[in-house]
């Protein structure tokens, strides 16, 4: 039996969130799996592992119910134990039993152990932050889904928007991992890295080690989307707060968090919309070319007009420069003005 800190055994489950899906898209990736005092998760694309102080306890437990239930309890202190293929949770006056499959059957074994761990540069989960947002959902065009670990920068692109952050990552070689798995670095403070054959793992200074398959994709050189050499243009006042307002209803695309820029003569219009509604602002602008529009990430534009207020822009293309990043968007014929927004 394992008396545990109910608040600090939540906070143990919640590292390893990661490696966790919502079904079972390999065997037992909606569980946390307990062995020799830890738990871990493996979805076939992450896989995470963290000591607990949950001793004694080897099997699956479904995360969900358990994660409600610790959640549901008032208790500070309970006491869990497993026998009869039950994790048995216990309080003061209240208890559960939850179905404990006493067979791991998921291929977290399988991931290959990390090696010599390796310091991370300091920017590198900011850097991770920023360019995944300009990564791709179309599983058609894998290499566009992930993030681009280049030994000079890090980078994403969607084939419309590109957002390269320049630092040395210490890698020798390139290495690709889906935007959805590298994503969560940026979270759980990751300090140290280990490369290995087709996985690149991470760990942070309390233990958790996540681990994230890598892909061969061919991901081609992207430098010459990013030689932009058009007109400067000032970026139109108040446009972090029109940016933080349309995102309201654009927050609700989870898959594709995306607002509508719109450049016209003499203005800019913001837009956006999702199932709940829709959200357009209006801003003038010095702008006399052809309607052109692009799709950006709203966290993003508002990191880059917080700390820049000019852009180039090109026939075809949008560039916001900062210091160690570069924002490339590329910019499509203007659809019909709607009547609502005049």
């Not at 939540?10 to 990661?18: F, R, S, T, W």
């Not at 933080?244 to 898959?255: L, P, T, Y």
Request: glycine share 4%.
């Amino acid at each position: 039996m394992s008396r545990i800190n109910r608040e600090e055994f939540l906070k143990q489950l919640d590292m390893v969130q990661p490696g966790l899906s919502i079904r079972d898209i390999v065997e037992q990736s909606s569980c946390f799996c307990f062995k020799e005092g830890r738990v871990f998760t493996y979805n076939d694309e992450v896989a995470c592992s963290y000591e607990t102080n949950l001793n004694g306890v080897l099997g699956a437990v479904k995360a969900e119910k358990l994660h409600k239930l610790l959640s549901k309890l008032p208790d500070d202190e309970l006491d869990i134990t497993s026998s009869d293929s039950k994790l048995k949770i216990r309080g003061k006056k209240k208890g559960a039993e939850l179905t404990l499959e006493q067979e791991i059957t998921n291929q977290f074994e399988d991931v290959e152990k990390p090696q010599k761990w390796k310091k991370m540069h300091e920017a590198f989960c900011e850097a991770v932050n920023i360019v995944q947002q300009c990564a791709g959902s179309d599983v058609s065009k894998p290499a566009f889904t992930c993030v681009h670990l280049h030994p000079k920068w890090i980078e994403a692109c969607d084939n419309f928007q590109l957002c390269r952050y320049l630092i040395k990552t210490g890698l020798k070689d390139s290495v690709l991992v889906r935007r959805d798995s590298i994503k969560h670095i940026t979270q759980l403070g990751m300090t140290y890295y280990s490369l290995t054959d087709s996985w690149i793992h991470f760990k942070n200074p309390m233990g958790l080690v996540m681990s994230c398959r890598r892909y061969n994709e061919e991901y081609h050189d992207l430098s010459e989307m990013l030689n932009v050499t058009g007109k400067k243009m000032q970026l139109p006042k108040g446009l972090k707060e029109a940016v933080e307002a349309a995102e309201i209803f654009s927050s609700d695309n989870k898959e594709d968090n995306l607002i509508r820029i719109e450049l016209k003569e003499g203005k800019c219009r913001i837009t956006s919309s999702s199932i709940s509604g829709r959200y357009w602002e209006i801003k003038n602008l010095v702008y006399k070319d052809k309607p052109m529009s692009f799709w950006v990430p709203p966290e993003m534009l508002v990191r880059l007009v917080s700390q820049h207020n000019e852009c180039h822009v090109s026939p075809d293309r949008l560039k916001i420069e900062g210091e160690v990043w570069t924002y490339v968007a590329t910019l499509v014929k203007a659809p019909e003005k709607e009547k609502e927004d005049e």
